[in-house]
């Protein structure tokens, strides 16, 4: 039976990145050997980073003065490697759920943080509006998509100080300003690779300000020198992340992506709504198009097992609601097709119609 992965990350990529990435395990581009025992001095690597960077700054836009790099330990490490490059005495953090609090308390180990706002007041359910931006800060930390609570920020933020963006689920979905954000970063197992990799767009000019030393890993300065190359990085995820821009740009870009993202979003939100047995999470406007969370009402509360199998019995992959929400989580990533999202709006009409 055909599967459906809603799966909130890893997640869903398209087909034909799946099949040139496991080609290129087996044979990397005519050489005679796998891209997984090629050294990423190989001559004909170097292109694959080269041709990544370039496609990401096509892609999105990004003006002169930033850099892009490929680094490892995932969206975690960037939350301790911002504070450690960009902290000299004052950090502000918007608090959108458990990512952003993660970031958050690393910040907190270097100097002052300031929480702008938060929505914990609600279990996360909303996006913060018109909060002060302490112009004496060093920078806004923001997480764009909140992947556990289904809301998401859809907009750039005008702002007197430098904006650091996680962007792990919510990257590649929409045209983004770059020019508003000192930084843009994310694991890119979500929305842009498999997992193994981390994307960090860096304004140049911001770094070098903090007096503390640095050590070389955790300086940005230090990848951006050697073009993610100052150690190993991971090969076959960074293939893996070229394929996938290919393949974007091939659907017309993010401007397509985010066409896309919205007639998803139409169509799952519209079903949650129009059912009987469920309701969204998020509050309408701060809804996110990447994450569709929803639970069941609370006089269908005892369904919640049986929904799951359900689901599960049609195909469905991955739509179990993270614990801290609990009900169920629809993640239509960039690879999530139409046909894919009639598909669980049927599994929730049938459901409906038996009971
Ligand atoms: C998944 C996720 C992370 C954590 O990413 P890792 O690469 O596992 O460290 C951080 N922020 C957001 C918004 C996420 O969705």
């Known amino acids: 039976m055909k599967k459906y992965n809603f799966n909130a990350g890893p997640s869903i990529l398209p087909r034909e990145v799946m099949e040139a990435t496991a080609a290129a395990c087996l044979e990397f581009e005519g050489s005679g050997l796998s891209l997984m025992e090629t050294s990423h001095r190989a001559k004909n690597f170097q292109p694959v980073v080269d041709e990544a960077v370039a496609l990401f700054k096509e892609l999105l836009d990004i003006p002169e003065g930033y850099s892009v790099i490929f680094l490892g330990g995932g969206a975690s490490l960037e939350f301790c490697m911002i504070p450690y490059n960009f902290l000299e005495k004052k950090a502000a953090y918007l608090n959108t759920g458990v990512w952003a609090t993660k970031a958050e308390k690393e910040a907190k180990l270097f100097g002052e943080v300031v929480e702008v706002a938060s929505s914990k007041d609600k279990n996360f359910t909303y996006i913060p509006k018109n909060f002060d931006i302490p112009a004496d800060a060093d920078y806004l930390h923001i997480t764009s998509n909140n992947t556990i609570y289904g809301t998401e920020l859809r907009k750039d933020l005008d702002s007197p100080i430098p904006v650091i963006a996680d962007m792990s689920s919510d990257i590649f979905s929409r045209p983004v300003d770059v020019s508003k954000y000192g930084m843009i970063y994310g694991g890119a197992q979500k929305n842009l690779s498999m997992a193994g990799v981390t994307f960090v767009v860096v304004k140049e000019d911001l770094l070098g300000k903090v007096s503390r030393p640095i050590p070389t890993m955790l300086d940005y300065r230090t990848h951006i020198k050697k073009g993610s190359m100052f150690n190993t990085p991971p090969t076959v ?111 929730m009409k049938e459901f409906e119609a038996k009971h």
């Open 237 to 347: 995820p960074i293939y893996c992340a070229l394929q996938n821009l290919k393949w974007i740009k091939k659907q017309g870009g993010v401007e397509a992506m985010a066409k896309l993202a919205k007639q998803r979003a139409d169509i799952v939100y519209g079903e949650i709504d129009r059912n009987k047995l469920f309701v969204g999470t998020a509050e309408e406007d701060s809804r996110s198009y990447m994450n569709l969370t929803f639970v069941l009402k609370p006089e269908y509360q005892d369904l919640q097992d049986e929904f799951m199998a359900f689901a599960t019995e049609k195909g469905m992959v991955g739509v179990k609601g993270h614990r801290d929400v609990g009900g169920f989580r629809a993640s239509c990533y960039n690879a999530m097709t139409i046909e894919g999202c009639q598909a669980l709006v049927a599994c």
